[in-house]
């Protein structure tokens, strides 16, 4: 089993660097709430499926589909978009207690989905993406920095969605209770899609010596375009057909997109390889999609690869990247880092090959894949609990 290397500063610590920093940026306290809750959230769904939780508000699969969303996928969106917001705006984004008391409306949506307090929990729920709203927007007005209100409006619509599915599990809204989940899914595919093409190639061009990474404006409008038109079908309820005709050629354009951005040069760079393997299973993602509309495989296959494969992957991928350049220490991944990748990835690997060519092992594959998604977010934490919780060994802030 790899060995715990020492995370190395950039430059001999501080003095200073003993001190508390858990409120210091965003990234810290939500990487560290994602990345528990994720460990954590297999054993509470495990504790539902006994009946030792028989009052809670959401139960079974709805609950496992709104925790993944609005509560770990979401908790990293907005870490990496206060952190991210400070240096395109050059303004301050939330930090001390305002960051603290975001957190902790994160936390009480984790615990009040599980009591039988479901108004609460609801208005809660919606409330954190809408707060996080208008915490980002503050930063990004003031610098007039246009290019990036886009993250608001979507940070404004997770919010809707999360509100619309809690209506709709309280009968409130006589629509499906799964629609403000396939929102959510879209607007955090279109997030993944905008991120991973602003990132991945300059980071690859960056770490790996003539790698020649580009981005072409065809493939880049092709692929952001069909996914926010995906995001436009399934938001005004157009039929499985619409669907159908607009995933398949987006999987085409972020296939092409990715292979602009040459990621077999990525094995040279682990941090680099991490995010195009998990940029990869967007295509896969996409083409599960449509065959899931032809009935040829479950949906829940599509929803896994976007889930487990892309998002994350390109979380662990980029929690690792953010923790350790914003803590000042070295970009470089080690043994621990990679078996995190490695488990993560492995998880998507299970969940959706295993069932789709072997379905009489799906039960397993379902089992086998919660336990390394788990054990990847669960070494995480633990790894970067002492990184993300003081503050920087070279004395500078953040």
């Known amino acids: 089993m790899a060995s715990f290397i020492p995370l190395e500063p950039a430059q001999p610590p501080s003095a200073h660097a003993s001190g508390f920093a858990l409120w210091q940026l965003g990234f810290r306290p ?16 495990a504790v539902q499926f006994a009946g030792w939780l028989p009052r809670a508000y959401l139960q079974g699969p709805m609950w496992h589909a709104h925790e993944m969303l609005f509560g770990f996928t979401l908790a990293v969106i907005v870490g990496f978009l206060f952190t991210a917001g400070r240096n395109w705006s050059g303004q301050p984004t ?9 957190s902790a409306l994160w936390v009480a949506g984790r615990v009040l989905v599980l009591t039988p307090f479901a108004w609460t929990a609801a208005t809660v729920n919606a ?3 809408l707060a996080c709203a208008l915490a980002l927007a503050r930063p990004l007005v003031a610098a007039r920095n246009r290019r990036n209100y886009f993250f608001v409006g979507l940070l404004l619509l997770l919010s809707g969605a999360a509100f619309a599915f809690h209506l709709a599990a309280l009968g409130v809204l006589e629509v499906p209770g799964w629609l403000g989940i396939q929102v959510a899914l879209d607007a955090v595919l279109f997030i993944m899609a905008v991120m991973g093409g602003r990132v991945i190639p300059m980071f690859t061009n960056n770490a790996i010596s003539g790698a020649g990474a580009t981005r072409h404006p065809l493939a880049e409008n092709a692929a952001l375009g069909s996914v926010l038109a995906l995001l436009l079908a399934d938001a005004t309820g157009l039929p499985p057909i619409a669907g159908m005709a607009i ?15 040459r990621p077999w040069k990525a094995p040279a760079n682990t941090l680099v390889l991490v995010l195009h393997v998990a940029y990869a299973w967007i295509p896969v993602h996409l083409v599960l999609r449509v065959l899931a509309l032809y009935g040829v495989v479950p949906a829940s296959l599509a929803t896994h690869a976007l889930t487990v494969g892309a998002a994350g992957g390109l979380i662990i991928g980029m929690m ?8 000042g220490r070295v970009l470089r991944a080690d043994q621990v880092d990679t078996a995190c990748f490695v488990l993560v990835l492995l998880a998507a690997v299970i969940r959706v090959l295993v069932p789709l060519v072997a379905p009489a092992h799906a039960i397993a594959a379902v089992l086998g894949s919660a336990a390394c998604w788990s054990l990847g977010f669960g070494l995480f934490a633990v790894r970067y609990w002492p990184a993300l919780s003081r503050a920087r060994p070279d004395g500078m802030p953040g």
Not at 30 to 45: E, K, N, R, T
Not at 94 to 102: D, E, I, N
Not at 320 to 327: A, E, F, I, M
């Open 30 to 45: 939500f990487y560290l709430l994602a990345s528990a809750f994720a460990a954590l959230s297999i054993a509470l769904w």
């Open 94 to 102: 939330p930090t001390g207690l305002p960051l603290a008391a975001l």
């Open 127 to 129: 409330a954190f993406p």
């Open 247 to 261: 995933a398949l050629p987006a999987a085409l354009a972020h296939l092409a997109r990715w292979l602009l951005w």
């Open 320 to 327: 690792v990247r953010t923790s350790r350049g914003h803590t």
